[in-house]
């Protein structure tokens, strides 16, 4: 996650221009630290976490992936640990018939509704993949991307930010 991170960083952390990018003009954000401490009295939390996010939140407090810097309608958003639990709070009242135990949001997409998820329920098969959380679909028409978040993120960075 490490060598990732600094591949971000590098990649793009100053503005660069892409003509097949909606705006053309992006940049990656990554904000250094963990604030993982923060979270000691939730143990339960920080123990159910996959260990690539764990690493994530470790090195890196949130992060912001080919955001369109022109007009805000494009980009990823890794949400910090308070982030997360925040709007997974919103997610489990917005989305109750679709939420499951284990379910995390990490993520959210710019310029639309769509959410990155984290299945974090150790017991489950599914434990650790990731998936693109549709605004008004049922779960089952979800994009679930079978890969963790290192191997996504790896994805996203190769393809310069397209999601789909």
Same mark, same amino acid.
């Given at each position: 996650?490490k060598d990732?991170l600094?591949?971000i960083e590098?990649?793009?952390? @100053? =503005? +660069?221009?892409?003509?097949?990018?909606? /705006? %053309?003009l *992006?940049r +990656?954000t990554?904000?250094q /630290?963990?604030?993982?401490?923060?979270f000691?009295?939730? =143990?339960y *939390?920080v123990?159910? !976490?996959?260990?690539?996010?764990?690493q994530f939140w470790q090195l890196?407090?949130r992060a @912001?992936?080919f955001?369109?810097i022109t007009?805000g $309608?494009? %980009?990823?958003?890794?949400?910090? =640990?308070?982030e997360? !639990?925040?709007?997974t &709070?919103? *997610?489990i009242?917005e989305? &109750? #018939?679709?939420c499951q135990? /284990?379910?995390?949001? @990490? /993520?959210?997409?710019?310029g639309?509704?769509?959410?990155?998820?984290m299945? +974090?329920d #150790?017991? $489950?098969?599914?434990?650790g $993949?990731?998936?693109?959380v549709?605004?008004i679909?049922?779960r $089952?028409?979800?994009y679930? !991307?079978?890969m963790g978040l290192t191997t996504m993120?790896e994805?996203? @960075?190769?393809?310069?930010g397209?999601?789909?």
């Open positions: 996650m990732l600094e591949a590098s990649e793009c952390s @100053i =503005p +660069c221009v892409d003509s097949s990018m909606p /705006g %053309g *992006f +990656c990554v904000e /630290g963990s604030d993982l401490d923060n000691e009295s939730f =143990p *939390f123990n159910s !976490l996959p260990p690539d996010l764990m890196a407090t @912001i992936l955001e369109d007009y $309608q494009w %980009g990823l958003r890794l949400l910090s =640990p308070y997360s !639990l925040k709007e &709070a919103k *997610f009242v989305r &109750a #018939r679709e135990m /284990g379910d995390l949001i @990490i /993520g959210d997409f710019l639309d509704s769509e959410l990155l998820l299945r +974090c #150790r017991s $489950q098969s599914d434990f $993949q990731v998936s693109i549709l605004p679909d049922q $089952q028409d979800w679930e !991307l079978s993120l994805k996203f @960075i190769k393809a310069r397209e999601k789909h």
